[in-house]
Nanobody
Framework: QVQLVESGGGLVQAGGSLRLSCAAS????????MRWYRQPPGDKRELVAA???????NYADSVKGRFTISRDNAKNTVYLQMNSLKPDDTAVYYC???????????????WGQGTQVTVSS
């Protein structure tokens, strides 16, 4: 079965950096788009960044210039490089992929379990 596994979260001080990774495993025919969402404490989940299979990217205004999304298609992995972190970036970060499994053949959304990012003042 297809799974998404995030890694790289942790505790950092304001101004620091983290790099999140999300690896999609299983029998996958194609991955159309991969996204990073985040959910701050007591708040709603929001889109942070997205990258299409061809390489086009989009970012939330709050992270433009600080975060960079990239992907390694050979490894079915998406990354989120986070620089100049702020306390407001504190959230659980979730990986999302819209992909087509090899066996089922239907395009489906998949979610990772999330990884905690905490930025201290």
């Amino acid at each position: 079965q297809v799974q998404l596994v995030e890694s790289g979260g942790g505790l950092v001080q304001a101004g620091g950096s983290l790099r999140l990774s999300c690896a999609a495993s299983g029998s996958i025919f194609s991955i159309g788009v991969m996204r990073w969402y985040r959910q701050p404490p007591g708040d709603k989940r929001e889109l942070v960044a997205a990258i299409i299979s061809g390489g086009s990217t989009n970012y939330a205004d709050s992270v433009k210039g600080r975060f960079t999304i990239s992907r390694d298609n050979a490894k079915n992995t998406v990354y989120l490089q986070m620089n100049s972190l702020k306390p407001d970036d504190t959230a659980v970060y979730y990986c999302n992929a819209y992909l087509r499994p090899l066996e089922v053949g239907r395009w489906t959304d998949y979610w990772g379990q999330g990884t905690q990012v905490t930025v201290s003042s």
